[in-house]
């Protein structure tokens, strides 16, 4: 138990999440992203996760994170935004780490416009959650839980 309560599990966000809440609310909600960083930061203390949340805008510091990512937490929370669908730095930084990724969507990106549904991070996920809402982000924390648990 020690083992799981230090665990630390890193969630990246991309471009134009920050302004969550505000932006387009009959795709994405109503929720802001801090509204969303409180639920996973909540519900990660109740499993006993350490959440490191955060949010940018640039391509390159997602590529850091995701390396950092790889030396310093037991899992990765990704919803990579337009990058998602335009990134190969990305789906490069994410074969090159062992720590495994979940891929988080707000949206059913397969039910939107055609040029969102290719992933260039699917492949190299551990999983993906799509179309949940905000409640995808939790569900990524159950799925990296169960993934830890198992490994120990
Ligand atoms: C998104 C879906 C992407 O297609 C879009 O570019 C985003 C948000 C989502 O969470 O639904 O910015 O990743």
Known sequence: MTEKTSA??????GP???????????????????DIETMVRSHGANLGLAVDFRQT????????WLQEGGREFAGIILNAAAYTHT?????????AIKTPVVEVHLS???????YRHHSFVSDVAAGVICGFG???YV??????????????
């Open 16 to 34: 134009n999440l920050n302004l969550l809440g505000t932006r387009e609310p009959e795709t994405y909600g109503t929720n802001s992203l801090g």
């Open 134 to 136: 905000p409640a995808g």
């Open 8 to 13: 630390r599990i890193l969630v990246l966000n």
């Open 57 to 64: 805008n640039q391509e390159g510091t997602l590529v850091e």
């Open 139 to 152: 569900l990524a924390i159950d799925a990296l839980a169960g993934m830890l648990r198992d490994q120990s």
């Open 87 to 95: 990134s190969v730095a990305i789906h490069d930084a994410i074969a």
């Open 108 to 114: 059913n990106i397969y039910k939107r416009e055609e």
